[in-house]
């Protein structure tokens, strides 16, 4: 299903590599993604494809904990419960998420819409508490917004948006006074120029800037 569905990426990640081990993770973010899980078929295709033992593809798959090998909802909402979010609301958002859906951590919606988690840092302390939902960041989220981002992640879900467990096409956002969900530009700070190849650096500048 994979060679018939994804031939041409399967493809270009297999032209990318020398050695067909490298195209193990990029192979499974596919898998995962078309099937909402990797079961044990789907890594055993994955192998297949990719000619390498499935001993191999299971102990990658289990190894890392944005592969799933038990089915999920839709969207995976991960709460960040780590010190800063946690002094801003996130344990109150954390019970809010339980209370509205009706499932505790790491269990999936009886519509096999939402699953929630617990996860550390998501290195966006400035914005806490920080909610990851299939790897698009929503920032500021407390209790009090839970309704809007539940609300936000059904329409998506029901217009038929492309929905990537594996967090392809990431992206930032924020819950709107409104309550819409509000995509916002991801702000990277300014890079300091490299000096010129050959150019003598002063090194007390460099140190005191």
Same mark, same amino acid.
């Given at each position: ?73 839709k969207w995976v ?23 509205? *859906? ?29 909610? +990851? ?5 929503f920032y500021d ?21 492309? *929905? ?17 969900? +509000? ?16 150019a003598p650096v ?8």
């Open positions: 299903m994979l060679l018939e569905q994804h031939k041409a990426d399967i493809d270009a990640i297999r032209s990318r590599y020398a050695e067909r081990r490298s195209a193990v993770l990029p192979l499974l973010y596919i898998a995962q993604d078309v099937y909402g899980h990797l079961s044990d078929a789907a890594i055993r295709e994955v192998a297949e494809i990719l000619d390498l033992p499935p001993t191999d593809i299971f102990e990658v798959a289990g190894f890392y904990t944005l592969f799933y090998t038990r089915e999920v909802g909402i991960q709460v960040c419960d780590d010190v800063p979010c946690c002094y801003l609301g996130a344990e109150e958002l954390i019970t809010a998420l339980k209370d509205t *859906l009706g499932v505790k951590e790491d269990e999936t919606t009886s519509d096999g819409m939402f699953t929630i988690q617990r996860v550390k840092c998501l290195a966006a302390c400035h914005r806490a508490p920080v909610v +990851q939902a299939n790897l698009d960041y989220v407390t209790a009090d917004k839970v309704d809007a981002l539940l609300h936000a992640l059904r329409e998506r879900a029901a217009r038929g948006d492309t *929905l990537s467990v594996s967090g392809h096409r990431a992206e930032d956002y924020e819950i709107a006074a409104d309550g819409s969900a +509000q995509m916002i530009e991801r702000r990277l700070g300014p890079m300091p120029a490299s000096p010129a190849v050959g002063d090194h007390e500048t460099s140190a005191g800037s």
